[in-house]
């Protein structure tokens, strides 16, 4: 029997085949080419794979977000159906550590790796083939050391590795009859109060690799014949399983304006505190759902009155991921949903156990008999509207809030290889990192930092220690040790209150550098920061109220007006810089090299509006531009030179808040056409890359006056900056008066 998600893309092909499928770096995938990309590959593979191969075959997957990715993963779904029984994908994690990869591929007897071109294969290589797809390559590995005979039912058709609980990932085995289940479960309850004709595109956030993104964020969309936007993390701000640029994740949403996303808890918490700090997002988007961790109800509740239209569920990958969720038409704030309509949920005595039709299984183990009712181990309740709570965990395993599985025993068998460690436990629950409390031998609390250092190195970056504290012993006289010697955890945290408190209030990571000079200046700047964005004429910008052309032009003549002078200015400061600071003017000048010509960028944004640029060249500025170039001119000949990197810091530091967003907005609310934008679109991205410089050079600042004049222009410039708004909006409202 064909794949429901197979055929939904193989009716599209014949009946819309020019309907957008896939979006991707290099531009977008009608059905009809998805369609004949996933035949293309799925037959070139199968001779290949299957020459001389009698038992069952593992193919691992190893890429990037990307439209090669999908069609990949449904070539291999395409080749099982083919041959029942005879190939199973595997989606290799990206944060996967080296032994874990390298257990996976043990586990499953993988000979072969399907991966991107432009990436090192995870595991050794033996031989390696181009496919027909442009950007994806065949790769066949070496044997694995001690591999095990592959065991998994005949209707396999993906194995799915956790992060693992206990070190090494479990994998389970996915039959085709329950991934089409869950697909068409999700979809008939995401459509429950939303109308698909108003609905943008998908946005993969999360690694395809994850099974939630690859089931909810992949195969339910094109089941519902609505386009998914697969892109590079770092093309998002994601950087491997942990880490986020907030600014470079915002500037994306507004350019891609999706309708969906798939969030963890830390993500959700991103997207609150934009809209806490008055940055506007996409109005494209119109359901985020949230899973794969604990979720704070007081996070939802904020979510919520900001009005995200956040949709929490819950799951497990040992029921092919998606078990219960929200929806429009039925949505609890606080529940993790009402349970789909393929699987049965029951609550006894407080632990939550689910069934399914078909069964799954784990990697190794034999098939159940039929359905079984499986022990999640998470804590819940039903309410009386048949809405589901969970309300924690029923042993130790920590959650991380982005999503990743960590049994804290496994960390901490790993920490007591450690000399300096006497005794440890680590905590983690629901953060975005874990910490550990640490009894150290004596003599050898110095040594802690390194030898962490080292351990770190070997551990996959979910389940590395960021920050610890050193705790008086653990013993079984004051009740946090057993008899036996195992961690009474609820004991010693109740005991280390305070010092958990401290590890997860800090900013910065305990026993490590101090706070940097670029952190510093981040954050002695910020209640002047929040006056910039506080200003009317930007949040009225940003909230998408009434904002003219005639405002628009009048902020591109007063950016004008300041930007004629950055290259001036900059010659200035370099000029005056003494020799023992060269690094600096050697920096100056790259700044110069980028910033030439610019200001007629600006001129030509103005003649797109269709305003007199001519007119605007020859004008004079606004007070308050003046009084800012007037300023940093000043402040460079009398003071100190270095400040003018306060201004740097200001300038592009807001354009990567604003500028591409602002752009988006205006553009949608005064039609204006895209060569309007270049100075605003530009300065965005640009200003990222600038920025990743400016913070390593200030980080290399040591001298404490050169640091002061720093922050105190810095603070300067944001209240002159944000003058300059008020002065655009303040006319603006005279003249409508006059």
Sequence with gaps: MTALLLQAIAGRAENEPQATALIGAQGPWSFAELQTAVTVLADWLLPRVLDGESAALAIGLWAENSPEWIIADLALWHCSERHRGSIAAVPLPGFFSAGQLAHVQRSTAMRWLLL????????????????????????????????VAPSWAADTVKISFTSGTSGQPKGVCLPAALLDEVIGALARRIQSGLSLQTLAPHLNLLPLSTLLENLAGVGVPLLLGRPVIA????????????????????????????????????LLQVLVQMRLQGLQLPESLRFLAVGGGVTSAQ???????????????????????????NAPAANRCGSVGQPLDHVQVRVVDGRIEVRTAVPTHYLGDAPGAGPQ???????????????????????HLLISSFGRNIAPEWVESELALCPAVAQAIVIG???????ALIVPRPGQAEALPAQLAELNARLPDYARIQ??????????ADGTLTDNGRLRRDVIAAREAAQINDIYASTTHAQEAPMSFFQRLQAETARERDYLLASPLIRRCLDGDSFTLEEYIAFLSQAYHHVRHTVPLLMAAGSRLPPE??????????????????????????????????????????????????YAYDGISRGNPMCFFGMVFVLEGTSINLATAAAQIIQQRLGLPDRAFSYLRSHGSLDIKHMQFFEKLMDSVQSADDQAAIIHAARRFYVLYANIFRDIGVSARLQEAA
């Design 373 to 395: 009712w499986l022990d999640t181990g998470d804590l819940g309740e039903f309410d009386a509207a048949g809405f589901l709570h969970v309300s924690g965990r029923a042993k």
């Design 116 to 147: 991107a071109e432009d990436c090192d294969s995870p595991l050794p290589v033996v031989a390696s083939w181009a496919t027909p797809i442009a950007g994806l390559r065949l790769a066949r590995l070496a044997d694995p050391t001690d591999a």
């Design 429 to 435: 629950d629901a953060r975005p990192w874990c910490a």
């Design 299 to 325: 996070l939802l509740a904020q979510a919520e009155k900001l009005g995200l239209p956040v949709y929490q569920g819950y799951g497990l990958s040992e029921c092919a991921s998606v078990v219960s969720l």
């Design 581 to 630: 600071q060269e690094r600096y003017r050697e920096a100056i000048a790259e700044y110069i090299e980028e910033e030439i010509g610019h200001q007629e960028w600006i001129l030509n944004d103005i003649r797109a509006c269709g305003a007199d640029a001519e007119q605007v060249r020859h004008s004079q500025p606004a007070f308050a531009t003046e009084l800012m170039v007037s």
């Design 467 to 476: 920050q610890f504290r050193l705790v008086r012993p653990f013993s079984p």
């Design 231 to 266: 892109l590079p993390g770092a093309a998002l701000g994601l950087q491997g399983s942990s880490g986020l640029d907030p600014a470079q994740l915002l500037q994306a949403l507004h350019q891609h304006q999706p309708g969906s996303l798939i969030l963890l808890p830390q």
